[in-house]
Nanobody, 116 residues
C-alpha cells in the first residue's frame, strides 16, 4: 500500500528526492513520515508531516538539509534531501499513521548511498 522510490547513489553534497505513494487508503487522513536504517543500526526517525500540511517535524541530524512535503491530491509524500553526507547512507522507509506516534503502514524501503 506504500510504495517508496527515488533512492540511489549520490556523492557527498549531492541531492536526492524520495517519493512515497499510498494506495488503498485515504491519504489525507494520515500523518506521513520517513524513517531510515543504516547498516548495523536501529531504525530512526527522519521527518514527518501532518495530514493538513501545517506541521512538520525533523530529526536534528537532518534539519536544514531535508524537507518533507506531501501532495494529498496525488496521495504522495516526498523527502527532498540536500547536502547529503556519507552518514545519511541508509534504507529509507516511508510510513503512515493516524497519529505521529503510531505509524500503521510501512513501505518497502529504498536505498540511499552517499559516497565520500
Amino acid at each position: 500500500q506504500l510504495q517508496a522510490s527515488g533512492g540511489g547513489l549520490v556523492q557527498t553534497g549531492g541531492s536526492l528526492r524520495l517519493s512515497c505513494a499510498l494506495s488503498g487508503r485515504a491519504f489525507g487522513n494520515y500523518f506521513m513520515a520517513w524513517f531510515r536504517q543504516a547498516p548495523g543500526k536501529e531504525r530512526e526517525f527522519v521527518a514527518a508531516i501532518s495530514w493538513n500540511y501545517v506541521k512538520t517535524y525533523y530529526a536534528d541530524s537532518v534539519k536544514g538539509r531535508f524537507t518533507i512535503s506531501r501532495d494529498n491530491a496525488k496521495s504522495t509524500e516526498y523527502l527532498q534531501m540536500n547536502s547529503l553526507k556519507p552518514e545519511d547512507t541508509a534504507v529509507y522507509y516511508c510510513a503512515a499513521g493516524v497519529t505521529i506516534s503510531t505509524m500503521e503502514y510501512w513501505g518497502q524501503g529504498t536505498l540511499v548511498t552517499v559516497s565520500s
